[in-house]
């Protein structure tokens, strides 16, 4: 039965059995909302610690919220959770947009867990109300796009498909999956679907809407919400080519006319999500760091923008694999190859010919069917290194993003708030780190008169949102242990509900008198579907909840506490002098003034005491950063504080 903001069942599928059944979403919903919430909980009670991420035992879940299918707002994002194949494997997640998680809801189902494996190539129809497991044989090696199509052409138009391709089959562990609109999740779980032979799982929606608890209320909230908006670009490339310094950010982000919107459902489309048509007529998404992942090399070698950028991400999307990894992959490649350590001859991949179409062809092809060199590249970068050799592994920590040497998205020695992020989470997290480096490239453009965020408007966002003026100064370390836990349980709280992490939190926003936002309004709306009183507060205590049980989740699978939670020596040595979205690396001092970063590295022992302050604030152990069994049954999760005290785990 259908609850306020919910479909209310989650379906079970066993791959090994070809049974499906269904479990209630209500035992999940009220502690853990939806998202990776309820994925995180359900991967705590079913997936064995000893299970490998290609066993049987392992989950796949495919989640959504109780915000999903409601219009308007941007909350129809939907995530996969289950473990992953990194080294060592551990708990992963996927985050996704496009139409396929509101078709699940309005097919009547919250989610799916995914368990068994089949033993031949199969695909999951969904519709009416059942689920049927049809055969998949004529669709694997495909690319995922061409899967896609196929079924869509198959099914009808209407149908929504999530599906992998060939990287995901052969297990590289940069595997993604892709669903409509060229939505893309990462963090390896598109080779987990690989290892279970399962090629897509096809949504053709019902009829069913979400049903509201208080809809005139959630009018108003809605009509409030668009009113905020109004402060964000209608063409989210502007917030960069605009905004940033880079001198070759306009060129590759503004590409021209071919440019086409492609909002998520029920969204405004007030972000970059757009579709590309190259000029001999393919289509594809053009989206952040996977839009121009390839577009510095491409610079190098053409001079000017053309259509091989935009191959490059539709070559990822076909093959499925992770644009992120393979753009580090090539900075790693690149700087093996200027070292002599890595040469055209022995990989059979042309290196001295990086940014051209022949290079991203030959290596994504090779990475995604495992042919030579190439086998020991879908393996991941750190195994391939130790393979080449001890002058690969010093390469890993020169590499970076978008052809910067060392570079990571917002990373902590620009903002130091984001060392903590950065530290404690299993994959790159780019969510939580947005909430500081996206409203920090608005002031530094604010410095040279181009936006209203201001070192004023900064504060205010500080104490609003962050917890107090100190964390704007980003010239001490004070302040920031407190910041990172508030940006922490609120994007956990965003990664459950789902809102997109374009548009949420509304930190900075023209049309109010202070120019901030209302870190009270994603309360309120949950509210008004669910027609309970949910404050902000409530909020960031399930929020807290969330990362507890995660935190749990990985101690119990290797984590170790303080000494896993740390950096790459390159954060501490290598100092920083790029980054995408703020070029000229400016940030607020104290009163507001505006200091450069450049040459800045992270301090060993400043970043120690910001982890004492932070794991206080927690209630884990100092000594350790292990969770207590007091701060556990304070977050509402006694039975993962016994379960971890059984096993020697808890401080």
């Given at each position: 039965?259908?609850?306020?903001?919910?479909?209310?069942?989650?379906?079970?599928?066993?791959?090994?059995?070809?049974?499906?059944?269904?479990?209630?979403?209500?035992?999940?919903?009220?502690?853990?909302?939806?998202?990776?919430?309820?994925?995180?909980?359900?991967?705590?009670?079913?997936?064995?610690?000893g299970a490998g991420p290609f066993d049987a035992a392992n989950r796949l879940i495919f989640i959504t919220g109780p915000l999903c299918g409601v219009p308007a707002i941007g909350g129809s994002?939907?995530?996969?959770?289950?473990?992953?194949?990194?080294?060592?494997?551990?708990?992963?997640?996927?985050?996704?947009?496009?139409?396929?998680?509101?078709?699940?809801?309005?097919?009547?189902?919250?989610g799916i867990i995914v368990q068994g494996k089949s033993e031949h190539p199969v695909y999951l129809f969904v519709h009416d109300d059942t689920v049927e497991f049809r055969d998949a044989s004529g669709l694997w090696g495909k690319g995922a796009i061409e899967t896609r199509e196929a079924l869509k052409a198959e099914l009808g138009s209407s149908a929504r498909v999530v599906t992998i391709g060939p990287a995901a089959e052969n297990m590289a562990v940069m595997a993604t999956l892709l669903a409509d609109n060229d939505a893309s999740g990462s963090g390896g779980l598109g080779a987990v679907m690989g290892s279970k032979k399962l090629k897509a799982i096809v949504v053709r929606e019902g009829r069913e809407g979400v049903k509201i608890a208080q809809p005139e209320k959630l009018r108003e909230l809605t009509a409030h919400y668009r009113d905020l908006r109004r402060c964000f670009p209608t063409d989210g490339w502007e917030y960069l080519s605009r905004w940033s310094r880079d001198p070759t950010m306009e060129p590759r982000l503004m590409p021209g006319p071919e440019m086409k919107k492609d909002p998520c459902y029920g969204c405004l489309g007030r972000c970059a999500r757009k579709v590309y048509v190259s000029g001999d007529g393919q289509r594809g998404k053009f989206l952040c760091h996977s839009a121009f992942f390839y577009q510095p090399w491409v610079d190098k070698h053409h001079g000017d923008w053309n259509d091989v950028a935009f191959e490059a991400t539709w070559l990822c999307d076909s093959y499925g694999l992770d644009a992120v990894a393979i753009d580090f992959m090539i900075s790693w490649l690149h700087l093996c190859h200027q070292a002599g350590i890595l040469t055209d001859e022995s990989t059979g991949i042309p290196i001295s010919k990086l940014g051209s179409a022949e290079f991203i062809e030959t290596l994504t092809r090779k990475i995604a069917f495992r042919e030579g060199f190439g086998d020991l590249l879908a393996q991941g970068i750190r195994k391939a290194a130790e393979a080449v050799g001890p002058a690969a592994k010093e390469q890993v920590g020169l590499a970076g993003h978008l052809a910067e040497p060392g570079y990571h998205p917002y990373g902590p020695r620009l903002y130091n708030t984001n060392a903590l992020l950065y530290a404690m989470e299993p994959r790159m997290p780019i969510q939580q780190v947005h909430e500081i480096g996206l409203i920090m490239a608005k002031w530094s453009a604010g410095t040279r008169g181009l936006t209203a965020v201001n070192s004023d408007v900064i504060r205010t966002v500080a104490r609003k949102f962050w917890g107090g003026e100190l964390a704007a100064d980003f010239t001490t370390w004070e302040g920031k242990a407190l910041a990172a836990k508030m940006i922490q349980d609120r994007e956990f709280v965003e990664a459950s509900l789902i809102l997109c992490n374009f548009l949420w939190p509304i930190t900075d926003c023209d049309p109010s008198p202070d120019k901030v936002g209302d870190p009270g309004l994603e309360s309120r709306i949950l509210s008004a579907v669910l027609g309970n009183d949910t404050t902000e507060e409530d909020l960031y205590r399930i929020g807290g909840r969330i990362l507890n049980l995660q935190r749990a989740i990985l101690v119990r699978e290797g984590h170790r506490g303080r000494q896993f939670d740390t950096l790459p020596d390159h954060f501490f040595n290598l100092p920083v002098q790029y980054d995408q979205a703020?070029?000229?690396?400016?940030?607020?001092?104290?009163?507001?003034?505006?200091?450069?970063?450049?040459?800045?590295?992270?301090?060993?022992?400043?970043?120690?005491?910001?982890?004492?302050?932070?794991?206080?604030l927690r209630g884990w152990d100092v000594a350790t950063g292990l969770q207590t069994g007091r701060a556990l049954d304070k977050a509402g999760l006694s039975d993962v504080a016994r379960d971890l005290d059984k096993r020697g785990l808890l401080s």
């Open positions: 039965m259908a609850e306020y903001g919910y479909a209310g069942k989650i379906m079970r599928v066993d791959l090994s059995s070809g049974q499906a059944s269904t479990v209630g979403t209500k035992e999940y919903a009220g502690r853990f909302l939806g998202g990776r919430g309820i994925g995180a909980r359900i991967y705590w009670e079913e997936v064995p610690l994002r939907w995530e996969i959770c289950g473990k992953g194949p990194s080294s060592p494997p551990r708990f992963s997640y996927g985050n996704l947009g496009g139409r396929w998680g509101a078709a699940l809801k309005f097919a009547g189902y919250d703020n070029a000229d690396c400016v940030v607020p001092g104290k009163g507001g003034e505006v200091v450069s970063r450049k040459g800045a590295v992270v301090d060993r022992n400043e970043f120690e005491r910001m982890k004492d302050e932070y794991y206080q």
